[in-house]
């Protein structure tokens, strides 16, 4: 049986739900930290197309497509009400499901993440497996696809009722863990108030710190401090005056070697002690050190050195209160909060461990860890390193407070499913609250003042020499606003709609737990290559998550890896900056791992089952290993969707991933034979050609047909057990890739004007179709490799019609277009000379471009390309009011054109007759 994933996916649909509303997924994110983020709308239309059927009938086609897309419009309580009427959509799928599995249906996700594919699973009344490498992703997927959705009324009451349980509301899950989180507040609060201060009867919002380096000319230690500004400037508004912002300056007194951060209202009136020296933040020379006693400059391969000796020492600057209209309002420390700071870290060595765990993270960063946790350039060498000591004792407060929690929760009868459950909430805002914590918080000065996230650029762990730290209040990055925000998003996950309870647990994708041919569909998002160290980014909060979590499963600090932090050995990751440690995460070892991940899938999915991958990576060469990794697990991709899910990142850079691909595989035929490249490419050709009307008709967009022809190229190509050219050298499946979106363009672009598209030069039709495709719009860099691949033309060989910079590429405009046009020239290269030639000059350069390029200006193909172009760009495009000014002259450019021809044959025939005249004397 085909699935509709099959033949077809609902990219247009994927896309739009994933930017906002409940299509998302940013609700349920905010649930666990976690690198990785699915949007919802793509996780259910993978679950939905990977098993819904695709009947022959078209109108059967049509009615199923209707009721997937209505199901991707959910994005609110209203449209879900909507969508669950008699004759809605939920009702259409969940029939059609029905049908199509009397006996019930059963998908997994083996690399499950924070379990958004069996969240949606579940939501559709499919039972759903998810598996996870990482303890900790494990914990964070159960907490959101599986405790949420069972039954849990038969627990005996928390023992702690008399501390406001019976004021709770909502039912028995949700309000056992408002219960829970409101008491492990107080506790938290109860035990850190001694070392938190009040000022002027009210608890502060937060304090900002610095790290203090020697100086190497004078001797004196002065803090590191990159910016000045504390509050921005804001307009007066309806609720709130106008407001100066708020500055702070650092003054230094030589005589006493002492210096004072001294906030005020509006600008800064000095200047930082780190400034910017070389071209970036991130070149060789950074930001430098000057020192405010003498101004002596510490370049930054110096003050990088006296921090990794151990020098730094930490300095409170500034504390925060919110003032009654919400306003942060920066002053200087009391002399109780300074004091309060030494008595907590005096505190800290104090605190007894939890069991075998020391209260304070010792376990080691592992070596390699240079990118991904910056901090250990500057001498971090454990996790505990990362978090300043008041901090810490914050955190080992909070642990111990969930942890005591659990007991008596044990103690009182509950079960030890429902105790983990409770106290993974707890640990589940506890992560939150570590995330803006450490010396990688920045204040945020946005927004009027907030803390800043430790993950600034993806999964690495950022490093400050000034940060900030949230105090005892209820304003943000309190554990008041982390526990409403966790009831937030419980209680939203809960009420979208009913569901199944997932099943998530840990273990490894290449060792499956579960019979041959038991899955219906596997549904999953592996890692990307390279793009996120998973296990290394997330041990900051492993090694905290196994403190909190001690009491109520302490499997979860069950760990074979000797530094006591998540297990590498079967990670399939490829380790950024891993080499330099011989880390064994390499190319290879993802290679050889993916490949026996998805040969597991291949094992446990029926036989009409579909493996159906989402897949984000924009580089050519690692398509290809996929593709070869597939192919070794006897796998055969048959399609291949693009979505739009990532748009709402850093634009369309070379880094940035836009768009994921969801495709579907299904198990290699046993009978596989050798083929020819000649006949698979026909097949290829043909198959596409059928498949083209479909996609039309589904109105797929042209870019979107492009990532489509994957599928049925790879389906073609999996009938054989080898490809061969004529000379018998073997043929590789990315190859194919190459045919398939060809056979596209053939298609889309079969005529430019009535001229047949075979009769343009490559060069030419690649520049025709990057018009249609993206007109002058800026695109990410890795369409330019995969169209250059497309056409077969080398990059380099293109680089004169697409400019490239850091944020992306665009098509040349004729102003920038410097290649010199003789008679080998391609036509768009003659076409762009013109087009600059008109804007600099007049109707007769345009005829000297003609003349040297050797065209005839009577040529079909020329006209043909111009009018293709103005028809395609912009009509405020300075080249296509150009085009349009010479096509107005045509007659005119053609007479010239002719003449400077006849002149030129004319002054070569001269040349001639006197090169002759003077041979005979």
């Not at 461990?353 to 971090?380: H, K, M, R």
């Not at 009978?671 to 050609?689: C, F, W, Y």
Request: hydrophobic share 40%.
């Amino acid at each position: 049986m085909t699935r509709m994933i099959e033949r077809w996916f609902p990219c247009a649909e994927v896309s739009d739900a994933s930017m906002a509303g409940w299509g998302s997924g940013n609700s349920e994110a905010s649930l666990w930290v976690w690198f990785a983020k699915r949007p919802t709308a793509q996780a259910r239309a993978a679950v939905l197309t990977s098993l819904l059927p695709w009947p022959e009938d078209e109108a059967e086609q049509k009615e199923l497509q209707a009721a997937v897309r209505g199901m991707l419009a959910i994005k609110d309580a209203k449209t879900m009400r909507a969508a669950t009427m008699a004759n809605g959509p939920v009702a259409r799928i969940r029939a059609a499901l029905a049908e199509e599995y009397p006996g019930g249906t059963r998908i997994l996700d083996p690399f499950s993440g924070r379990a958004m594919i069996p969240l949606e699973a579940g939501r559709l009344g499919v039972a759903a497996d998810g598996i996870d490498y990482s303890p900790f992703a494990a914990l964070g997927g159960a907490l959101l696809a599986e405790i949420p959705f069972k039954n849990w009324d038969d627990e005996p009451p928390l023992p702690f009722q008399e501390n406001g349980q019976d004021e709770l509301t909502g039912d028995r899950l949700e309000r056992d863990v408002e219960a829970f989180l409101a008491e492990v507040g107080r506790r938290y609060t109860e035990s850190m108030a001694e070392f938190y201060p009040k000022h002027e009867d009210r608890q502060p919002w937060g304090y900002l710190w610095a790290s203090t380096l020697p100086c190497q000319e004078c001797g004196n230690r002065f803090p590191l401090v990159g910016e000045l500004w504390l509050r921005f400037p804001r307009d007066r508004t309806a609720k709130r005056d106008a407001d100066d912002g708020q500055s702070f300056d650092i003054f230094a007194d030589p005589a006493t070697g002492e210096f004072q951060a001294v906030p005020h209202g509006g600008e800064p009136e000095g200047k930082p002690t780190r400034v910017l020296a070389g071209k970036s933040k991130y070149s060789s020379e950074g930001r430098v050190a000057i020192c405010p006693f003498c101004n002596h400059v510490h370049p930054k391969v110096v003050h990088t050195r006296l921090s990794a000796e151990g020098l730094r020492r930490d300095a409170l600057l500034l504390a925060a209160d919110i003032a009654d209209d919400g306003t942060k309002v920066f002053r200087e420390p009391s002399e109780a909060e300074i004091r309060a700071v030494e008595l907590a870290e005096e505190s800290l060595g104090k605190e007894p461990p939890f069991g075998l765990l020391s209260a304070c993270p010792v376990e080691p960063i592992p070596p390699g860890n240079t990118w991904t946790i910056q901090s250990v350039n500057y001498g971090d060498k454990t996790y505990g390193d990362l978090v300043p000591p008041r901090q810490t004792l914050g955190l080992v407060r909070l642990a111990r407070s969930i942890n005591d929690l659990a007991e008596e929760c044990l103690a009182a009868g509950l079960s030890a499913s429902y105790v983990r459950a409770l106290s993974g909430f707890a640990t589940a805002a506890m992560m939150r609250k570590l995330r803006r914590s450490s010396r990688g918080a920045r204040l945020q000065k946005a927004g009027g003042a907030q803390v800043g996230d430790i993950f600034v650029n993806q999964s690495a762990i950022s490093h400050a020499y000034d940060w900030f730290e949230s105090g005892l209040s209820d304003g943000p990055g309190s554990w008041a606003s982390l526990a409403e925000q966790t009831m937030t998003v419980l209680r939203g996950v809960r009420s979208r709609s009913p569901s199944v309870p997932a099943s998530i647990q840990r273990g490894s994708a290449t060792m499956l737990p579960y019979r041959d041919g038991v899955m219906t569909a596997v549904v999953t998002d592996p890692p990307y290559d390279d793009m996120i160290d998973y296990s290394d980014s997330s041990d900051l909060f492993y090694v905290w998550a196994k403190r909190a979590m001690f009491t109520a499963d302490p499997s979860l600090a069950m760990t074979m890896h000797p530094d006591g932090v998540q297990e590498k050995d079967e990670e399939i990751i490829v380790k950024r900056g891993g080499s330099q440690a011989d880390d064994h995460r390499t190319m290879q070892h993802y290679d050889s791992m993916i490949s026996r991940a998805y040969a597991e899938m291949r094992r446990v999915v029926a036989n009409d089952g579909v493996v159906t991958i989402v897949f984000g990576h924009n580089d050519l060469k690692v398509w290809h290993r996929m593709l070869s990794a597939l192919s070794q697990a006897k796998l055969v991709m048959t399609s291949s969707w693009p979505a739009k899910t990532e748009a709402g990142g850093a634009g369309a850079g070379a880094l940035n991933v836009v768009t994921t691909l969801t495709m579907s595989c299904r198990p290699a035929a046993s009978d596989q034979q050798p083929g020819s490249l000649a006949a698979v490419e026909n097949q290829i050709r043909a198959e596409i050609a059928d498949r083209f009307r479909l996609w039309e008709r589904s109105g797929l967009a042209r870019q979107d047909m492009l990532m489509a022809s994957a599928g049925p190229a790879m389906e073609i190509a999996g009938r054989y057990s080898k490809i061969t050219r004529n000379t018998g050298e073997p043929v590789e499946l990315v190859d194919l890739l190459a045919t398939a979106r060809r056979a596209v363009q053939e298609i889309a672009l079969e005529k430019i004007n009535s001229v047949p598209l075979e009769l343009f030069d490559e060069r030419t039709r690649f520049a025709l179709w990057w018009i249609e495709l993206f007109r002058r719009d800026q695109v990410a860099l890795s369409e330019f490799g995969w169209h250059s691949f497309t056409s077969g033309l080398a990059m380099k060989s293109l680089q004169t019609l697409v400019k490239r910079s850091t944020k992306g590429c665009r098509f040349v405009q004729a102003s920038q277009f410097n290649a010199h046009v003789t008679e080998r020239s391609a036509l768009i290269d003659v076409v762009l000379a013109m087009a600059r030639a008109w804007a600099e000059g007049d109707l007769a350069d345009v005829a000297r471009v003609l003349m040297r390029a050797g065209r005839d200006p009577e040529d079909e193909q020329l006209w043909a390309t111009i009018a293709f172009l103005t028809d395609r760009l912009p009509q405020a495009d300075p080249d296509v009011r150009s085009w349009h000014a010479i096509s107005r002259e045509s007659r005119s450019i053609r007479t010239a054109t002719h003449l400077a021809q006849e002149d030129r044959l004319s002054a070569t025939r001269e040349r001639k007759a006197r090169d002759s005249q003077t041979s005979l004397f």
